[in-house]
């Protein structure tokens, strides 16, 4: 029987792991992302897993080691955060290259300077060209639910690609929410063995990870994962549906709150949207129909998604958790790109928020919506929450 | 058992032919003797470096073994991956065979921006050999310094200009450093006697645990050397106590090899064109003279740590 539990979304990842039950995981701890590989580890010493722990020395090491394990047919885990994933990132391309399936608790939190412990999404939104999935989850109980989904959808053979499952730090990570979980036979059945492809040990018939492929072949390669990320989006929607079915929790690509018949829409990422859906309701209430948008898959990018929630309104509002300097805003581009792609244009207006853990609350979510209403539209890049 | 060469011959090598590196090159001579007397399945793993690029040039490679590279700092954190998984799968029943893992890495990858990698590989405990073949520059990217690079030596970054004579800085003492891991086995070779190697390895490889093997090997290209002097090379390394060669078995030193005469250190230096310009004038004499200290001082410890006197015959 599922059983609910007050469990932080660190420690919901740490449970996850559990009944994953994965062979190696290789971590270093970074705040705050730490309590995962800490109360994982307390799993190893009481004996609940057999995962192979390697507690390495860096991060660097800790994604090399990961990727070794990973092309050697074990199934893998890690998570970190910030200057961590930063440190790492040298090894996240290659990773993705050699077609690891490597599920990853990513806790967002800035990158420095100055120094700070508390969420933007700076860490990962850096990462977005390396060649992994990018899921973007709003609670606890989602992130839970991801960790476990993301094995089969980077497992599978039509996809065969590293996986981040992001929270937001210290807002999702420690705060302490009822999250239910599956048993530990439930989650074991839904994820199946891996059966890797072309492992490293498989002393019999040995295999090359690593080659030096240059202006003949580099290019070729390449194509073929841009090809692995465009099955993503129905390994994905196959996955979650059948996860739907054990659960009863629906988790599609983006998360279309009220946006159906909404004039105005705010998009969104993580656990902003709570504040940004509580606004949606006010405003409702008070006759302004309005929605709010979650995406949720970041990497591939689910334009025709996003397009099809967006198509109707007549004026959005884009939220990033991190900037781009000198340029627009991450989120804000990707979606003005697959506007652009739609051949549809809608004035949209662009706002940065809750960076270096920033509060975002309700109230910065409606001075966006009253923005839309008002229609006061600027392609400026304005700024929630900011003294100025 | 003792290894005979003889029956060796026709092993099966674990890197094959087709490999694209420089006639005379030290690293393919490592690897063959290196892994010639081991009887397991082997995985290989490499840090980024000539004998990286040149065995795996796409779609081909030379290796008739598992081969990973991934990157040029995380040869020893990729060691502890496969050996991590092996462990893990094999304590499931999905891999049966007894499998041994080597990585190897150049003096860049090892004493530079590898270290804190290999570090942590011993100091967690894998079982698996680490290989370093010390050809004392970055020779990949063009005979750039590194700190396994000798006192003197004109490199690309720290050239022989008109003031300075080359480097300035004396080696670091990787071998020692791995010592004071307190790993089961490290040891320092050279490639002048291939059994010295192959017996020295295959202890390496056979020894549970961490090993560290610190395998001295010329860039004939950088070192601006006849490509034929790769074994004399190696073994005036030896004679002139340059490259002491030795063994740490579970933290006894132990002296491998003991030069019968005094061999001054410029019958190492004058085949090499890099130490071209030390060979004439004042300042060139006064860097020699240093390199020799720094020897006979290295020698000296060297000796008392494996508890030793030296007496050369006259």
């Known amino acids: ?388 | 058992m003792a290894v005979k060469l003889k029956d060796l011959i026709t092993k099966e090598r674990a890197m094959r032919q087709g490999h694209r590196m420089c006639p005379g090159c030290g690293a393919p001579t490592v690897v063959q003797q290196a892994l010639l007397a081991v009887d397991d399945p082997i995985v290989i793993t490499s840090a980024t470096g000539c004998l990286e690029v040149s065995t795996t040039i796409y779609p081909y490679n030379s290796w008739g073994v598992p081969f990973l590279h991934s990157a040029f700092e995380n040869a020893g954190a990729n060691v502890s991956g496969i050996e991590a998984a092996y462990v893990a799968l094999k304590k499931k029943g999905k891999i049966k065979k007894n499998i041994k893992f080597v990585a190897f890495g150049g003096d860049g990858g090892t004493y530079d921006i590898g270290l804190q990698a290999l570090s942590g590989a011993a100091e967690r405990g894998h079982d698996f050999t680490y290989i370093c073949y010390n050809n004392q520059g970055y020779m990949n990217t063009g005979a750039q310094r590194s700190s396994a690079t000798p006192i003197g030596a004109n490199t690309s970054t720290a050239p022989a200009g008109k003031v300075i004579p080359g480097k300035i800085q004396k080696p670091k003492d990787l071998t020692a450093i791995m010592a004071a891991h307190h790993i089961p086995y490290v040891a320092q070779t050279t490639i002048f006697n291939p059994m010295e190697v192959i017996e020295k390895v295959k202890r390496a490889i056979e020894t549970p645990g961490p090993a560290f093997v610190n395998i001295l090997a010329p860039c004939v290209l950088f070192w601006r050397l006849e490509p034929s002097m790769q074994k004399e090379i190696c073994r005036l390394a030896a004679e002139t106590r340059f490259w002491p060669i030795y063994e740490v078995i579970n933290g006894e030193w132990k002296l491998s090899y003991k030069p019968k005469k005094y061999v001054p250190a410029e019958e190492f230096l004058k085949p090499q064109g890099r130490f071209r310009h030390l060979l004439k004038g004042e300042t060139g004499k006064a860097v020699i003279e240093n390199f020799q200290k720094e020897i006979d001082e290295e020698w000296q410890y060297v000796l008392k740590r494996c508890g030793e006197t030296w007496e050369p015959q006259a």
């Open chain 1, 1 to 388: 029987m599922p059983r609910k539990d007050i469990t932080s979304g660190n420690w919901a990842v740490a449970e996850a792991m559990r009944q994953i039950n994965p062979d190696v995981v290789a971590a270093y701890p970074i705040t705050p992302s730490t309590d995962i590989p800490m109360r994982f580890s307390e799993f190893v010493a009481d004996g609940l897993v057999d995962t192979n722990l390697v507690t390495v020395e860096s991060e660097h090491s800790a994604i090399s080691a990961c990727l070794a394990a990973s092309v050697s047919g074990a199934r893998v885990m890690t998570a970190s955060s910030a200057n961590g994933v930063a440190l790492m990132h040298e090894i996240f391309p290659i990773a993705a290259s050699y077609r690891t399936p490597i599920v990853f608790g990513l806790v967002n939190r800035c990158l420095g300077a100055p120094i700070n412990i508390h969420c933007d999404h700076g860490d990962s939104m850096a990462e977005r060209d390396s060649g992994w999935i990018h899921i973007y989850c709003e609670d606890g109980q989602e992130v839970y639910d991801t960790m476990i989904m993301a094995v089969r959808i980077a497992e599978h053979k039509d996809v065969l690609l590293p996986a981040f499952v992001c929270q937001d730090g210290f807002i999702t990570s420690h705060c302490f929410e009822p999250v239910e979980f599956l048993d530990d036979e439930q989650v074991t059945k839904f994820i199946g063995e891996r059966e890797p492809l072309l492992s490293l040990l498989d002393v019999d018939n040995p295999v090359a990870y690593g080659s030096l492929a240059l202006t003949d072949y580099f290019f070729e390669i390449k194509r073929q994962q841009v090809e692995a990320m465009k099955h993503v989006e129905k390994v994905y929607n196959d996955v979650a549906a059948d996860f739907a079915k054990i659960t009863g929790r629906n988790y599609p690509l983006v998360d279309k709150y009220k946006t159906e018949d909404a004039d105005y829409i705010m998009v969104i990422m993580s656990s902003a949207a709570g504040a940004a859906k509580e606004t949606v309701d006010k405003l409702r209430e008070q006759g302004h129909k309005v929605g709010c948008l979650r995406i949720r898959l970041f990497r591939p990018f689910p334009a025709s998604e996003i397009v099809g929630a967006l198509k109707g309104a007549k004026g959005i509002a884009v939220c990033d958790r991190a900037a781009s300097l000198g340029a627009a805003a991450p989120l804000f581009t990707e979606i003005k790109g697959a506007l652009y792609d739609a051949g549809i244009h809608i004035p949209a207006n662009t706002y940065v928020y809750g960076l270096g853990g920033r509060d975002f609350f309700p109230h910065n979510a409606e001075e966006a919506f009253m923005d839309l209403i008002n229609n006061k539209m600027s392609p400026e890049e304005r700024y929630l929450g900011l003294r100025e």
